[in-house]
């Protein structure tokens, strides 16, 4: 109608202060031609959601799929702000030396995140706050390794990235529905709420995890599989590759972050190995059970 106010404010945003503006001129020749990159930036709390604007023009290029592995690696310096690798997509690794607030990896898209302490820093990481509350939050695919503890809510609504922290916050896992978390260390109460999907492996060397545990909804069951296995994929074959899995992650988690933890756990694997926790969703196991009973039972047609 004719009496319609329209509100002709324009608002401002600060996206042309952002940081991924800087990151976006630096990848121009990974963004039109392919080609790898490498950047090195320092980073403040001010920084917020590094990573989404450029992950935005590499979708915007190359769709869902993105660049191949690790074609722009950002090497950055100092405290990610909120939202630290919010939706990064395929193609793109962060590395952050230093730490980074809340909701770090949320949405992640199939990027990397490797954050860890100064090789200088006097602090213990596995005994430190490395990253906020509610980190990778909705994320559905990526990898991420915090030398560090995260904060609560740790990899709540997950449903397809794969990580490994030193510790964790309350209500790890929380409403989980897909991919894969390690936690090397001791996790806050109501682990594993509303968890219907994906795995959790769980250092417990203390032998009280299971108080912890929120068990409406999950199992808990020990590692099983060869170790040696090479895996082709991460995410391939759920019910039996544990063992392997959880290597390739730990030793994942040494190359990217230089942990410690990693280290001296690969160093005496046997000893550890039986410490760990396998957290599985019952009903995430039925699933897979039936699939795999569905795919035993397909004959080929004739003539193949």
Partial sequence: PESAVVNTTTQYHGLDKALDNEFIVGAQMALENGEKVVLEHDISNLNRTAGTMLSYEVSKRYGAEGLPDDT??????????????????????????????????????????????????????????????????????????????????????????????????????????????VVLGETGRNFAAGMSGGIAYVLDEAGDFESRCNMAMVELEPITGDATTKLSNLKADMLSEDAARLRTLLENHARYTNSKRAHDILADWEAYLPKFHKVMPTEYRRALNEMAEQDAHVQPAAGE
């Fill in 72 to 181: 722009i690696h950002i090497q950055l310096e100092g405290t990610g702000g909120q939202s630290f690798g919010a939706f990064l997509t395929n193609g793109i690794t962060l590395y952050l030396i230093g730490d980074a607030n809340d909701y770090t990896g949320k949405g992640l898209s199939g990027g990397r995140i490797a954050i860890y302490p100064p090789a200088e820093s006097a602090i213990v990481p596995e005994n430190s706050i490395i990253v906020g509350n509610t980190v990778l939050y909705g994320a559905v695919d990526g990898e991420c390794y915090f030398r560090g503890v995260a904060g609560e809510r740790f990899g709540v609504r997950n449903s397809g990235a794969i990580a490994v922290v030193e510790g964790s916050g309350d209500h790890c896992c929380e409403y989980m529905t897909g991919g894969c978390v």
